[in-house]
């Protein structure tokens, strides 16, 4: 591909993107295939020789397109939507084209610079403490696991990484909620603490972790010689949004030197409106902590924001520096290969850089508080319906709600008939919503957080969900 | 920012990208910039408000792009260079703003099956065996830490992960080379083995692991009472693409039961090419494997093909299955979200399929012919010049070289001229090339494999750093 078709096709995908964007609410949000039907379409053997530009661009219309999730559709309501907004997908062709590898400052001085000023945009944007330095990361599951091998070395006196795991005396322990991201079970089994050493701490009434029940599983472990390693809270639980209160988690870690890790991977943005920022109350006394601009920030996927307090112990958990990689500016600059798991590293703050630019904090702000708005009216149109219940409160912007139980109904039929709704709702493609189960009690929630989306989107899924029903 | 000024900005972004593409060549390779210089020329806090458009993309062109090393320059021969192409750039653009979730198969179908073909079909151009199932990493730093986590999974019954490391008996032992890659340092300390339990197997005159050496010190390790767990084998290291002799290390990790796999992160794309599908020989023992197509196969970072014999066991190892990721599918589909240590993930295998198709087969095999002759024909140069040496053989596209020690030089003395001819090389920012140190040594890598460099830019690198000796 020369540079004039380079320069043609480019502009024909432009006016692609752009029409993409504005007529993506005409498509269904979830495509009508069976799995298989994609691939059963696609040739079983690479092609041997080259095929034209045009060729392409047909192909992903006719073959992919039709089997895609639309992800940026306005009637997405599932999970925790995705805000992409337009300035960063235009900051990631800048970000394909230079192709910068950020693994160290001389790689990509830029880059590594770049990404230190925008971190700490965002570290004042939360109003989070002056010693928390920030690093990108590309999802919160690997966050999270950064976080816990760090706490597994600080724990261990960083031995673990020298001498192995299996040498260690006193069985280190990992403490986090009922309603913790699957993520945090994840990484405490990979970094080898063993699923059988997470303690599942209980929950308060609104589906936060109970201080109290941690301090007490904390107390039993010490007595039995076991050593708490990890704390993990969470600032917005996917289930539910579901606020830890983290004042009270943070003093009893820091008794017990517990590396306490905050997950606010979705929730964490709120925090840039001064009336949501009690939900980061006493986030000071956090290791680390993590919240993902590409869920609700209007940052493209991927883009995590790790902020660390002790840098040591992060540098000391995950540095190699081999010959190769030496550089002579070592010594006075990040390299940012040292602060995680991956070597290569995207130039991933130019289109965080170019979000924030592009809205002002204050238009970021403004955004964020709508949605909180709108999911306060659909869970005003829930209070107000008999059939329906809300079944957790609304702290952001999601509505966890289901059909009411009808008189002398058992638990399985409630949930059938909650899940029949959802199904009968997603079948129509007009909106997507995906649900939980809470204390075993089917729920449908309802994520208000699509860049898409406006009011009108909300209550048309409302009117769905309420003739559905 | 509304549709009519994101096609504007887009259009026009189209045309800065193909004309970066046009000009590289004529920027410096690397910035002339100090630690600290990007930093203070950015504001401190973040803007409350919104800029226009026209200035995010000044501001881009103005202060961030002088602060760059290009990647994509001509003159780029340092470490392995980035091979991104065209349209893999195109590609990112369709990627950017789809932002499909390819978590599972229910929130991205055709992602998920896509991604399903093209790894087949990489299996087929790598002529890999057909019980080799491929999924896509984000690096290799990340594909290597699955494997050995896999591997400690395996060895252990699967225990680890439940009870703990710590309650395993019998200790685990790594097994590599001496001129690995750093990231198999990183994997053995991440995931708990201790690197006081990673053995340095000794290597022959052409810097590959020698087999005997690795069967002595497993029986070595095996008479102490240790359990041998994985090898990792280099196809094509980083300090001079040496190739570990693949079958007699299979055969010697398949005796003790140890997971064996194959880092063949830049090499593996030269395996495409019939004379060169060599240094895969006994590749059919291994139990994973990882290559770069974001390396050398022209596709943009990041993108790195794992491939696995026991599904089941990276599965058992990964996945993780709660309640709101449910969906009705998951029986009869792949979740990737199982197959490797993120939940999130991006549509990587779009870019992949553009690649392929854009070029055929046959176009990335004329592409990688061509770099390995012209680093012939440098090795040629040096051969028939006095003042240098070669350094180690050139099976691909990395020649190292030295200038050649003068009579009675003691090593100190001639690392330093040479450490000062590159220095002085790269000084010119015309091109930028790295070193590596061979057992002292200090050595200079020329790797070509910048998608941009042509025979002209080899010449006159040569050129340059012959009139610079």
Known sequence: MDISEFRRTGHELVDWMADYLRDVERLPVTPDVQPGDIRRSLPAAPPQVAEPASQLMNDFGRLILPGMTHWGHPGFFAYFPSSASPPSMLAEMLTATIGAQCMSWQTSPAATELEQVTMDWLRQMLRLPDDFTGVIQDTSSTATLVALLTARERATGFAASIHGLQDVQGRLVVYTSRERHSSVDKAVRLAGYGIEFLRLVDLDGNFAMRPEALAAAMATDIAAGFVPAAVVA???????????????????????????????SYAGTAAILPEK???????????????????????????????VKDVDALLRTFSASPEYLRTAHDAEVANFRDWGIQLGRRFRALKLWWVIKSYGVEGIQAIIRQHCDWAQQVAGWIREDERFELMAPVPLALVCFRLRPREGEDLAAINERNKELLT???????????????????????????????????QEAWSLISSSA
């Open 234 to 264: 969470t600032t917005g639980t996917t289930g539910t949004t579901a606020i830890d209160p983290l004042r009270a988690i943070g003093e009893i870690s820091r008794r017990h030197n517990a590396w306490f890790h905050i997950d606010a």
């Open 277 to 307: 920022r009690w939900i980061l109350d006493g986030v000071e006394l956090a290791d680390s902590f993590v919240f993902n601009p590409h869920k609700w920030m209007l940052v493209n996927f991927d883009c995590s924001a790790y902020f």
């Open 424 to 458: 009968r709702v997603n079948a129509t493609r007009q909106v997507y919503l995906s649900h939980t189960a809470l204390d075993g009690r089917y729920t449908i929630r309802m994520a208000i957080g699509a860049r898409a989306t406006e009011l009108r989107h909300v």
